[in-house]
């Protein structure tokens, strides 16, 4: 049976013969512009992924510095503590004066009698009072004392007292430490 049917429409469209030669620079073209942006989207693509790994390390490392820094807070505000001690501890021990050579003078004069009194003033002076038994005891610190002087231990001795009470003997010496 022949068909009923009648196709009105033209299937295919007649071209002018110029844009015929420009349809197949036409393809050519969007082959290419197709190329291009099909590989510009891949190396965006690429980009975005390669930019969004190093965010994200950069940020990983951001996390593990804060907690770094946060964990050495307080060894930083001991260190820091510290330090300003140590400026005045510097200043104490600059302006500080060492006992030991006062002590180790006043332990050769008074030899093994009893120290009643001991008592450092400015400009390296001492003061003593020594209790001895006998007057040999007495002459012996003193000649001690003497001797230390002529060897440059001691300056400026003096016998500031010296009193009898039945047979206790009691000698108040000053001097000044040479350092």
Known sequence: ????????????????????????????????????????????????????????????????????????????????????????VDTIMGTQVSFAPFITTTMKIIQSFPLSSFSMGQKNSVSISVHVATLEEAVAVLSTLMEMEQQKEIGNPVLQSFSMDGNKIQIGLSYTVIL
């Open 1 to 88: 049976m022949p068909s009923q049917n009648i196709n009105l429409f033209q299937t295919k469209t007649t071209l002018q013969p110029f844009f015929g030669s420009i349809e197949e620079y036409i393809r050519i073209a969007s082959i290419i512009v197709l190329t291009i942006v099909f590989s510009g989207t891949v190396m965006a693509g690429i980009a975005f992924l390669v930019f969004g790994q190093k965010r994200d390390s950069m940020e990983k490392e951001k996390q593990q510095l804060i907690q770094q820094v946060k964990d050495n807070v307080a060894k930083e505000s001991l260190l820091v503590m510290v330090r300003k001690r140590l400026v005045s």
